[in-house]
């Protein structure tokens, strides 16, 4: 729906009144003043004309749009679009953005890109509802993420040359709006590509893993993002930054019970931050703001992608990916390579912390994965010639590319934590074994050895000796392994526990031990610590114990009586290679990532410093309750 008569672009801000073909063809040809233009965004602002618009939704709020048209456009071009919360900036229709699109790549093969403030944000009308839920009961003037795209698209395609054809991406929160285009879409999307989706706030995305509180992320996070706007703004809302010292670890220690920081810190005016606390449980909040449910009926074709090192929204990529695969016929491809959070768009994807990868992984995914998809589904035949699932196999740091995922070939092992601190696929088989450890939530276990205020996403590949060593963290290993092992899809945890408290988080790190003589791989020499006897992190997850059973209906623990604590830890693609061992490391803090448990059964938030008791935790590696993680072994 247009609702304006307009038939194409206007330079006012306003919603567009008539134009002529002369005057179409007049913005067009307008020359950018290359004089005084600044080098970064000289290449954009020459080949192309910048517009905005005021776009109108069904319900009469409208929402800012920046438009990037190719000069001289008569009509081939297809669309590109991402809507975001962060702001679309330069604004300004004389202030040009230094680069456009998901690459380089695309910006020089002749798209219009057109970027959108989401409802409530910077310079669009309206409120703000962070991870708005889908209505699929809504009425004609109701509205939601899918409908402020469908009806962006019809304005675009009625008010810039283009060959009907619309594709729309987007990274984190702009790829949960991406995913958002896929649900009752416009019949012009052809192709949308969801890039680390925010998908399941609570599950595994951001702001809580199995139902433990992000906490050290989420409250620098929050603070800005959840702030009111008293009114549009090119200028986005200030986060909290008054910490006082760089040692997030003392910082956070001294935070004080939860359920103050709003009154504390943000003036009792953030919602979201409360929203996010005091929904403790997997409840009807939680349940309406993922998209899954509704990734029925999708008609483009769709490329999810992520990265294995994506410290805030690994599980959104994976998800999001089966949901479209499980639910739907139209193409689905999955992409997963060696990056960090959006790392794929940009750098040369070559290395991350000590890793080296020998190949520039980002750059390969841009020309070969991104654009082919693009190109294919908005511009060509449709059919871009993907496979199912592409996937970066660290380790052996190579490509594999696969007609499922996970692979059809790979096999499911139990790779059993053993007495005596072994580890192997043989189930222990001496009865009534376990390993124990105290957990002390005023000595908890740091998440990482760096000094920092704000989480350090290099967490995810950090050597794990700093914590190997405390008395509090349980390590299992194997024997040097004679042959590569490489595992490749799911992994999950099942321990089988018994507690002193009521109740406990369980954190399972699988880790790849580098043998003695191992030399740092980077080109310059410069890894942050001697490879010898490195513990590289692979995968990393924690549980809140009460929801063993329910995320929505929590249990306590009974002191003393064994229970199961079973649970999703997200992909991998690694080879453990020859000469190296396997580890993993058991231990119930991780913090300050993670907010600190009581150990007793209550509402977290609201407990106070006498809430807090140390705990005897004990995990079992005996035959009747074998203690395990679930693999799946490619051969």
Not at 135 to 159: C, F, H, M, Q, R
Not at 244 to 262: I, R, S
Not at 339 to 350: I, K, Q, S, V
Not at 467 to 482: C, G, I, K
Request: aromatic share 12%; net charge negative.
């Amino acid at each position: 729906m247009t609702g304006t008569g307009c038939r194409y672009l206007s330079v006012s801000p306003l919603p567009c009144p008539m134009l002529t073909a002369f005057r179409l063809a007049l913005l067009l040809a307008l020359v950018a003043t290359t004089a005084t233009a600044q080098p970064a965004d000289a290449w954009v602002r020459q080949h192309y004309t910048k517009v905005e618009q005021m776009v109108p939704m069904r319900d009469g709020v409208r929402l800012f749009t920046s438009i990037y048209v190719p000069k001289g456009a008569t009509g081939e071009h297809p669309i590109l679009f991402m809507r975001t919360p962060y702001g679309v900036g330069p604004y300004g229709e004389d202030a040009y953005r230094s680069s456009l699109g998901p690459s380089e790549r695309l910006m020089r093969d002749g798209y219009v890109f057109a970027y959108q403030d989401v409802r409530g944000k910077m310079m669009s009308e309206g409120d703000f509802v962070a991870v708005r839920p889908h209505d699929p009961d809504k009425g004609p003037l109701d509205i939601d993420e899918s409908t402020d795209t469908y009806d962006t698209v019809a304005w675009l395609l009625a008010n810039t040359p283009n060959n009907g054809n619309v594709g729309v991406w987007g990274i984190s929160a702009p790829g949960f709006y991406a995913t958002h285009a896929l649900i009752d879409a416009h019949p012009a999307v052809k192709a949308v590509s969801p890039q680390a989706p925010v998908t399941d706030w609570y599950l595994g995305d951001d702001r809580r893993h199995n139902g433990a509180f992000q906490l050290q992320a989420t409250l620098s996070f929050v603070s800005s993002y959840g702030a009111p706007r008293p009114e549009p703004s090119p200028v986005g809302t200030p986060g909290f930054s008054d910490y006082g010292t760089p040692d997030g670890y003392d910082w956070y220690l001294g935070l004080g019970p939860l359920a103050t920081v709003n009154d504390r810190l943000f003036g009792g005016v953030n919602d979201l931050w409360q929203e996010i606390l005091t929904h403790d449980t997997y409840d009807a909040y939680w349940q309406a703001r993922t998209p899954l449910p509704h990734l029925r009926d999708v008609r483009p074709a769709v490329l999810v992608t992520g990265g294995w090192f994506d410290a805030q929204d690994l599980y959104g990529p994976l998800k999001t990916y089966h949901a479209v695969e499980d639910q739907n016929d139209t193409p689905s491809f999955l992409v997963m390579g060696p990056w960090w959070h959006g790392g794929w768009a940009r750098g040369d994807g070559d290395r991350y912390g000590d890793l080296w990868f020998g190949q520039q992984t980002s750059v390969f995914y841009r020309e070969n994965l991104e654009a082919r998809f693009f190109d294919a589904t908005l511009k060509g035949d449709g059919d871009p010639a993907l496979h199912e699932a592409s996937v970066f196999v660290t380790g052996a740091d190579q490509w594999r590319f696969f007609d499922a995922w996970p692979p059809r070939a790979s096999q499911e092992r139990s790779l059993y934590l053993q007495p005596g601190g072994g580890l192997g696929f043989d189930a222990p088989t001496e009865a009534g074994l376990f390993a124990e450890y105290v957990s002390d939530p005023f000595k908890p276990v740091p998440h990482t050895p760096q000094i920092v205020v704000r989480r350090d996403d290099r967490y995810v590949v950090q050597d794990q000796r700093f914590a190997s060593t405390r008395p509090d963290v349980l390590v299992f290993e194997s024997p040097v392994l004679e042959e590569d092992l490489t595992l490749t899809g799911d992994l999950g945890a099942t321990l089988f526990v018994t507690t002193t408290g009521t109740d406990a988080d369980f954190v399972v790190k699988l880790i790849d031990v580098y043998p003695g003589d191992a030399a740092c791989e980077l080109p310059d020499g410069d890894c942050s610590v001697p490879m010898g006897g490195f513990q590289q992190l692979v995968r990393g997850e924690v549980m809140r114990g009460k929801f063993r059973e329910s995320f929505s209906a929590p249990v306590p623990f009974v002191p003393g009586e064994v229970a199961e604590v079973s649970f999703d830890m997200q992909d991998v693609a690694h080879t453990f290679q020859r000469g190296h061992r396997m580890m993993v490391q058991v231990q119930s803090t991780w913090f300050p990532m993670v907010d600190r448990n009581p150990q007793r059964f209550m509402r977290i938030h609201e407990a106070t410093e006498a809430d807090f008791q140390t705990a005897t935790h004990r995990v079992f590696v005996s035959p009747e309750h074998p203690s395990h993680l679930s693999v799946r072994v490619l051969p």
